[in-house]
């Protein structure tokens, strides 16, 4: 017997979206208009729709998204923003590329996004806003997140940089807020042919300060009205993203129904990231394993690969020393623990019967089990 094909972590070359996405470059091209032309007005609108907020600004990166979000708050030098743990870094640094502090605090063991206890323990006279993770695609505890802002008056700008279409109770995440930022790096939910990013928000002001902003400070052309940055989405990527918006609905229920398939056939004993949200998007599967390295190499042997995040809470790394006031235990449990298994729109169910019937065998003799 032939050993079975390799099962990727995620496939990024052609798909079914392949002569959209084509026609979408193709007609860039055409066209020759590359920077804040028609495709990225078009997106906007699209995606703003989609996504049940009045206004999207497309800028260059999730990064950006968040970081200019902040500054249209008028948030930078000398402000606390409160952060999780355990997240991408570049929802932290986001915050300091805004000038501001972030303040680092722990996560709920079951979920891993922000505990809002330690977000309401970490508020300063300082504090100014609150960045909440929709981390691996499942919204955070907003409600509580919520009603720690409102008690202290702060902003919330929500990083859904994984949860592009998920919702919180039913409503669309990020419309309750501020604003809150998404990314369309490649391998997002919808992702582009390279970097690309988008605000959402419903506040007429926000979105004009984020349109001035990301085109260098200016209100129109020539007039610099303050030092904005150079963060604009290209059409190309906007293109593209319009080609793959309208297939991003089939998708997300394409992860929740794989998703759904690893908690039948995983076993039992093997910790997994608790759904406490029906709007859940399934941007990655992870799950908690005492055995990682054992595992991902069992894994590997047959064939399936694993990546792993995040390997360490924002606390343990070097370039965040100065803002890890508050101890983070959970965040950095599971920083020891955490391996996502493959789950993308183009797996199959066999797929998945694969990973966890690998998964099962390992757990049996070990601890995992
Ligand atoms: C991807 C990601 C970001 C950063 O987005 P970029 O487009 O890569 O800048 C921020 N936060 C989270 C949670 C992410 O997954």
Redesign the pocket.
Known sequence: MSAPAPIPFIDLGPGEDEAAVRAAINRVVARGWFVLGPEVDAFEHEFAAASGAAFAIGVG????A?ALSLRALDIGVGDEVIVPAM??A??AL?VIIAGATPVLVDVEPDTLTMNANACLAAVTRRTRAIVP?H?YGQPADMDAIRSVASRHALAIVE?C??AHLATESGIPVGTRSEAAAF???PT?NLGGVG???AVITSNDAIASRIRQLRNGGQRERGNHVEAGVNSRLDDLQAAVLRARLPLLPAWTIGRRALAGRYRQLLPESLRTIRERDAGHVYHLFPVLAPERAELQAHLAAAGIDTMVHYPAALTQQPAFAAFASHECPVAVSAAGQLLSLPLSPRLTDEDIIRVADSVAAFAKGHRTA
């Open positions: 990166s999730g990064t950006d968040i997240t991408a570049f929802t986001a993770v981390l990083d940089c994984q990314s369309f790096y997002k970097d690309g990013g």
